[in-house]
């Protein structure tokens, strides 16, 4: 088992579905990640939040075991997002976001963390990230990147440095288009494989994930759920259930990238079921393995 380090925002969102309405609740890409992926490894968190920010949230997290000697307090308020879902519940209408203590962000890791081997730059400014990668002591084992459509648009060609770096990147289906300027997913994801990484996961909602790794696919549809509430962090917490998994890995092969597609996935699939974190606070190590069961069930083709 080895350590996972994240650099990523820690929010208070807003969010407004179908299904109901939160105002200023945990969130953040790095939350969501460190979360879940602390049910696999430890982890540990490069972030800053505002004086604002509930200690009830952080202790949320250190009960996990995240470590969040990383965590900067710093003067002004906490980053803020506000989204919204109208019944397709794949695509997010960023309503509002108040970059605030984000802005002046400068991820500085301590000596005890230039060294971790596992990597994950969840989504922000793609400069920090950049930032944040170089200030490695040794290249970590494995690096992986989110990044969305605000980056995307804003910030394209500093995106696409830290890109040719990275071992692996985790895009949802819109801003894979968005990014390759390609329609067909396919080719969208063989062209961002084109700008560095090595293997692209492209999340597709409740359509699963698609995987491309050294240039064969692999697919895992979404586990199929009757209530979805809050798709908020979906993203963030497949990634910390992939990235988790494969730090407490021995070996890193195809097969084990498979597998983590399947465990991002059954992350993913708890995480939706209720606001915020709700659901994730919820769970327990047996929860994730009969889930996993569940998805092998689902898509194995000998029947019985
Ligand atoms: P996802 O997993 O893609 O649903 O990501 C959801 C999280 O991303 C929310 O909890 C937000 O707080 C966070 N977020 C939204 N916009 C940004 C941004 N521009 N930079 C960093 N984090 C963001």
Redesign the pocket.
């Known amino acids: 088992m080895a350590d996972l380090l994240v650099v990523?925002?820690v929010?208070l969102?807003s969010v407004e579905t179908p299904f109901g309405k939160v105002h200023e609740v945990l969130?953040?890409?790095a939350?969501?990640f460190s979360y879940s992926a602390s049910f696999f490894t430890q982890v540990r968190v490069v972030a800053t939040v505002g004086e604002d920010f509930p200690g009830a949230h952080l202790r949320l997290l250190g009960d996990r075991g995240v470590d969040l000697d990383g965590l900067k307090t710093s003067k002004g308020k906490t980053?803020r997002?506000v989204?919204q879902y109208g019944y397709d519940l794949n695509e997010?209408k960023?309503l509002d976001?108040q970059l605030n203590v984000?802005a002046e962000f400068k991820p500085a890791l301590g000596d005890g963390l230039r060294r971790t081997p596992f990597l994950f730059l969840a989504?922000?400014d793609p400069d920090l990230q950049r930032d944040v990668l170089r200030q490695m002591k040794e290249r970590p084992r494995l690096v992986a990147l989110d990044t969305?459509n605000?980056?995307i648009q804003g910030k394209q060609e500093a995106l696409r440095r830290v890109l040719a770096d990275v071992d692996v990147v985790t895009i949802?289906d819109g801003e894979a288009r968005q990014l390759a300027g390609e329609p067909n997913l396919i080719r969208a994801a063989r062209a961002i494989a084109s700008m560095g990484p090595r293997t692209v996961v492209v999340k597709r909602g409740e359509y699963g994930a698609l995987m491309l790794t050294d240039g064969a696919f692999f697919f895992v549809p979404a586990y199929p759920l009757e209530s979805v509430y809050d798709?908020?962090?979906?993203?963030?917490?497949f990634a910390g259930g992939f990235m988790g998994y494969l730090a407490a890995q021995e070996r890193i092969d195809a097969a084990a990238m498979r597998r983590a597609v399947v465990y991002g996935s059954v992350m993913a699939s708890f995480t939706v079921e209720d606001f915020s974190l709700k659901r994730l606070t919820r769970l327990r190590p047996a929860d994730i393995a009969d889930r996993y069961t569940a998805f092998h069930d689902l898509i194995r083709l000998d029947g019985e």
């Open positions: 990523g925002s929010a969102d969130g953040g890409s939350t969501y980053f997002w989204g997010a960023t976001t984000l989504n922000i969305m605000f980056w949802n798709p908020t962090g979906a993203g963030d917490t």
